[in-house]
T-cell receptor
Framework: GESVGLHLPTLSVQEGDNSIINCAYS??????FIWYKQESGKGPQFIID?????DKRQGQRVTVLLNKTVKHLSLQIAATQPGDSAVYFC????????????FGKGTMLLVSP | ETGVTQTPRHLVMGMTNKKSLKCEQH?????MYWYKQSAKKPLELMFV???????ENNSVPSRFSPECPNSSHLFLHLHTLQPEDSALYLC??????????????FGPGTRLTVT
């Protein structure tokens, strides 16, 4: 498969645990944030997004929290499964219209059965 | 799977070769992007096309030349590349509207190796 990073922070969890992946973003003016998941050999896949007028958004098994005061974003995955093993990226943008996303370095999530 | 396809999936080329990467999106989107993903760096935006017009060129060397003939197709023409250009090249598309940004859908990428 493709290698997406050799020196990524890694989070190792057991199947069934809840996972929390954190991201510090850089631009206080950013108004839209996305979490992507990238599995080996694939491009990034959209997981969930949040706009700056919200501080929490929930999806299926995932929750994103936004703290604009400290420019911090987190992704919570409930009941983590082996299929969740991947690299997770946060991205931010402040443009309207076409979006120029700025990506973080990523965190590798390893889920053991 | 995502509606964005890229060919070839793998490419090995010498520094004097000329090759092209192709991206096609089947989502009816109006914006397309090229990114470079290296092993030790975050995803780097290279080019953005909105409504078939190039709107961003992030200081990319001229040995990379994009082309967007219509809203569904995007090419990246490569010539006289350097070994440090070896990376995963990702294409993405989005449906952008005037007031809000929206998520981008990525293709699987082309793994490029320059020898």
């Amino acid at each position: 498969g493709e290698s997406v990073g050799l020196h990524l922070p890694t989070l190792s969890v057991q199947e069934g645990d809840n996972s929390i992946i954190n991201c510090a973003y850089s631009n206080s003016a950013s108004d839209y944030f996305i979490w992507y998941k990238q599995e080996s050999g694939k491009g990034p896949q959209f997981i969930i997004d949040i706009r700056s007028n919200m501080d929490k958004r929930q999806g299926q098994r995932v929750t994103v929290l936004l703290n604009k005061t400290v420019k911090h974003l987190s992704l919570q995955i409930a009941a983590t499964q082996p299929g969740d093993s991947a690299v997770y990226f946060c991205a931010e943008t402040l443009n309207s219209g076409y979006s120029t996303l700025t990506f973080g370095k990523g965190t590798m999530l390893l889920v053991s059965p | 799977e995502t509606g964005v396809t890229q060919t070839p999936r793998h490419l090995v080329m010498g520094m004097t070769n000329k090759k092209s990467l192709k991206c096609e999106q089947h989502l009816g989107h109006n914006a397309m992007y090229w990114y470079k993903q290296s092993a030790k760096k975050p995803l780097e935006l290279m080019f953005v096309y909105s409504l078939e017009e190039r709107v961003e060129n992030n200081s990319v060397p001229s040995r990379f030349s994009p082309e967007c003939p219509n809203s569904s197709h995007l090419f990246l023409h490569l010539h006289t590349l350097q070994p440090e250009d070896s990376a995963l090249y990702l294409c993405a598309s989005s449906q952008d509207r005037q007031e809000f940004s929206y998520e981008q859908y990525f293709g699987p990428g082309t793994r490029l190796t320059v020898t």
